[in-house]
């Protein structure tokens, strides 16, 4: 498959970098978001409503689809792209972050990861290789090599052991790759150790994977750790390959690792976030489902043109929410999806015009400023 | 509010007629069907789509909306037209149906009717000036008188009583009838009674409604009964109002009634069954869980142009279905409607040009030869 990255433009003040990543399925301008379709469709939304929306890819979730319908399955249907009707560029993760987080009886040798699924206890072994085959089978257009993620606290002992492994695993992945291949992404692991961090990032950057990515965050941590991780690693990392920093996170977070170097990110949070009625403004959180907005005939956002701002009430989405109707789930998910891609294309043009320092400076402090209605984020620890 | 009925065709064969009404929200062709929208939304989809799918009018809930949000809720926010975002017409039911088959608690005298709300057991009184009153608030283009919707099966005894209480509540509503109001419709009961549906008929014939709607069937009748009813009861009607047959039915059903002089329908047969995985097929209905559709790479139905045929497989439909997925809903209820708006199409052309007796026996062969796959309706007394 066609992979090709290039560095369009650098920020004088940060590590931010404007990019452009060529895919068979089309092209990506970096730094860029992709929201999560974990079973194949992002959801409650159409590809076609995506693409309105200005997303340019999407993150499918090896773990989900291996299980069902099945990574088989899918590729005598034509691959992950016709069976889901989504032509632009996929990004699969490896499944490690769900055989951490949701497989049970989990068993990591040196081999592979035997675990039990979390749908039917049906017992499967995983290996380096089995990942790469099920994200061929799915025809991914940007793939992960199956690392192990890591609990938060872990000592320094089972980190370095743990990353270790997940090196080993890279390395097997190198040797299977195949001309036609995904572009296979490294995995930075490491925990909150500086030391394996480093060790980690110095080992893959040896080896010639199509991208970094950085794993093991948000399971729980502490938030000044991301902002630690990613000053140790980001800068080992190959300048001319791009940063992935794997579920993460708030808008805020994206800008702080932009602002680092990090190229691509995916996360949960804007549409499980909708899903619960959480809806991301210009002026800061709100939860729709309060009863100050019973009779409010203005729109979530005032500052906003998405499909749901321009012609829905919050009267409206609160009623639809506290109905639980299937359409309350839609027009939030495109109003948060719409909010990130705005954001990043805030950024973006930032770096374009050397004012990306400018442009945190304003966001943040407004961000600071917003009056809240005391809306929470939903377990955004399990982006 | 505008409200304007006339006939272009009659069928020479049968008492089908061909017919146009106008409202203040744009004309509808008859006969029609209108898709429900419970709680302001016909769930899962917007109205954009509802309209691409060739949908003129749709039908809200007055119990469903009376409850939640409340009528003087959507009357603030300036209607129920501009509450949902839908500009075309809107029918309204009495609210009968629900707090016969969904209120707990309900206690009838001849001034109105109390009940407990089956969402959280506050107690209600409505009467039929309060259902004016209600219709009113939400705008509806076409409202209907309050009823007692009659179990199955009930006593002569008591059928002639309630159905009188009927009548007795729609003289009501003609005294308190004012100039903008909505296009108000008489609703004639009677249960399987003959006698008694014809004196509702008459009686109702006499007071000046401007349209006609048959109530008190898929109460878990036989099928024959409605066929029976309507024999009574249509030729009694006045040739120059619209006949309303509430809450039918299946697309066999509404052909049979077209052919009797129905000219408005709804049903929640559609939307619901396409929920719970039920699709309509030009070869008859399927279930798109079955595993026969696991790797299926064809569309729901070769011969269907809706959106959800024209971009996805059976397989990938059945996938989003097993995976509990909302896009599920979407798609299915997208083709359900569609199939609907054809059959209503299809029925329309025929009345046109002079072949209904054809067109008849065409499609009631069809169906009955066609295969099954073991697919069931949903709850289909509940329409």
Known sequence: MAFHFEIIKGDSHSQARLGRIETSHGALTTPAFFPVGTQGTVKSLTPEELVEIGVEGILGNTYHLYLKPGHETIGRLGGLHRFIHWERPILTDSGGYQIFSLAKLRKITEEGVTF??????????????KVMEIQRALGSDIAMVLDECIPYPSSH?????????????????????????????????????????????????????????????????????????????????????????????????????????????????PTRNARNGMLFTSKGKISIKQARYAEDPGPIDEACRCYACLNYSRAYLRHLYLANEILSARLNTIHNIYYYMKWMKGIRAAIQEGRLAEFYKAQISQMNEAPSDGAMYHQTAAC
């Open 116 to 129: 039990q699924s979390h749908i039917d206890g049906s017992q499967h072994f995983l290996t380096p290789e």
């Open 157 to 269: 002992e089972y980190v370095k052991a743990s990353t270790r492994l997940t090196t080993l695993w890279a390395e097997r992945c190198l040797k299977e790759r195949r001309k036609d291949d995904p572009a296979f992404f490294g995995i930075v692991q490491g925990g909150m150790y500086r030391d394996l961090r480093e060790e980690s990032a110095g080992d893959l950057t040896r080896m010639d994977f199509q991208g970094y990515a950085i794993g093991g965050l948000s399971v729980g941590e502490p938030k000044s750790i991301m902002q630690n991780v990613l000053e140790w690693t980001a800068p080992v990392l190959p300048e001319n390959r791009p940063r992935y920093l794997m579920g993460v996170g708030t808008p805020e977070d994206i800008l702080h690792a932009v602002m680092q170097g990090i190229d691509l990110f995916d996360c949960v949070l």
